[in-house]
């Protein structure tokens, strides 16, 4: 769905944006792996942004990233899964987009690591007036920390707060199975 936004998929109907919107794009397979074995550090990396080494080292800080004047020089696919998910929120968010588009943030990132990573989120939306179109799976992130969602399931599809349409009859109808949300306390 990400990929027929950005015109990259064909598609049928209408996609409009305004024409000075900047989209910052980030796809579901970009694993630490796919560094691991080309010859680039995270400063060439963000080199492609074409922004200076303070600027880098102040966004990994600001996502919440530690020594990053010497991370400037690692390969990314030497960071932890957390911490390669930081650096690429930081790469997405270093031109200032307008909109966010990721698709599963989180994925192979441990729970407490997938809960640091939405709240950062949570944090540049409310920081920086983004817009944020996020695809996944885990329900409960939605219920936490989206304002609307969209769900899909092939043609099945419903639209608003997640406080309205997240409830077990919706659900039922969209995804055939008996979803229930429970509140954990210690």
């Known amino acids: 769905m990400l990929k027929a936004l950005l015109g990259i998929l064909p598609h049928t109907g209408k996609i409009e944006w305004k024409d000075d919107v900047k989209i910052?794009?980030?796809?579901?397979?970009?694993?630490?792996?796919?560094?691991?074995?080309?010859?680039?550090s995270i400063k060439d990396f963000f080199k492609f942004k074409n922004v200076s080494d303070n600027v880098i080292i102040s966004m990994l800080e600001c996502v919440g990233l530690e020594n990053c004047e010497k991370l400037l020089n690692v390969n990314p696919?030497?960071?932890?899964?957390g911490q390669f998910q930081r650096m690429l929120i930081a790469w997405s968010l270093i031109d200032n987009p307008d909109v966010l588009l990721f698709d599963e943030p989180t994925t192979g990132i441990d729970i407490g690591g997938e809960k640091t990573i939405y709240s950062l989120l949570y944090k540049f939306w409310k920081e920086r007036d983004l817009t944020i179109l996020l695809i996944t799976h885990d329900l409960n992130i939605v219920?936490?920390?989206?304002?609307?969602?969209l769900c899909i399931n092939r043609n099945k599809k419903c639209y608003g707060a997640p406080k309205e349409i997240l409830t077990p009859e919706q659900l039922q109808k969209i995804y055939g199975a008996n979803i229930k949300f429970y509140k954990h306390t210690h």
């Open 143 to 149: 219920f936490t920390y989206s304002t609307n969602c």
């Open 77 to 81: 696919g030497e960071l932890s899964g």
């Open 24 to 40: 910052s794009y980030l796809p579901q397979r970009l694993s630490k792996e796919d560094f691991a074995c080309v010859p680039i």
